[in-house]
């Protein structure tokens, strides 16, 4: 019995050390579990390092951000980001939003005027990502001049709150079905690259703006993007163009310091990562018109922090 307690202890040990730390053939780790402490709360991420991290340096961090509901691991699945990370050769990262007390334990982010847990209990969001960004520039050979943020709905939502409240951090952000909900005035210190994903069916966070998902009132997309027009100083009005007839591709430059604002907005799907894969029997199908993580790279490769 003795025995036996202890090859069951000795089983439980080596999945929880396999869960932190994976490792490669090589022996070299590739994928880690984290976790730090944010205002006395235990925070929690994923980090995915490609394929050639050891071998070189200076690596672009691209920060994914779930949206309510979802966490690290359905971030990196339903959106094959680390697929499209290994394959670019760029590290990604998955933070984690606290997680409700209630039934379903939902993890949220406080974005502004949503998300629910987060919001309620007025979690500092920002300061965690922050101080997660200089944890990974810490400790991995990531290029400080390349760090990005893309989201999904909720974690779109706080991307632009991180725009807004660490521009000097972030290169640019991407975000996708999502819009921005912040309760103080956007005055971040330098114009900020943005390129937005949106459906125009989408009816958990409405593109025209109005109410969805949890009742929540949502500000159209395009009144926040004439917001970061005038934060970037953009010179001409946006110009529009349809293309293939599957979706409307509207740019606002030039701009301040060669930054573009840039709109794609599909005619399919509904409130989901184009490309991806549907979230659950619930979610809505993603749209076929665009690959949202291709167009994300491509745009994030643009720039960098001056």
Known sequence: MIRK?????????????????????????????????????????????????YDSSGFS???????AGGSAAQFERDYKFSDKANASGFIAVYPEGVQSTGVLHLRTWNAGTCCDFARDNNIDDVKFISQLIDNLLANYKINP??????????????????????????????????????TQPCNPSRPMPVLHIHSAVDTKVPPAGGFGMMGYYFPPVDSVLQVWSAINTCGEPPVSAPESGGYTFTKWSPCSNGSTIEYYLTSDGGHAWPGGLQSGRRGDIPSTELNADDLIWAFFQRYELP
């Open 5 to 53: 307690n202890y090859c069951s202890l000795f089983l439980i040990l080596s999945m929880f050390l396999l869960a932190h730390c994976q490792k490669a053939g090589d022996g070299r780790s590739y994928r880690v579990n984290g976790s730090m402490t944010v205002d006395g709360r235990t925070r929690t991420y994923l980090l995915n390092l490609p394929p050639a991290y």
């Open 61 to 67: 961090l691209v920060i994914g951000l779930h949206g």
């Open 145 to 182: 001049k390349r760090v990005y943020v893309t989201g999904m709905s909720n974690g779109g939502m706080l991307a632009y709150r991180l725009a807004c409240e660490i521009p000097g951090k972030i290169a640019a952000i991407g975000v996708n079905s999502c819009t921005m909900v912040v």
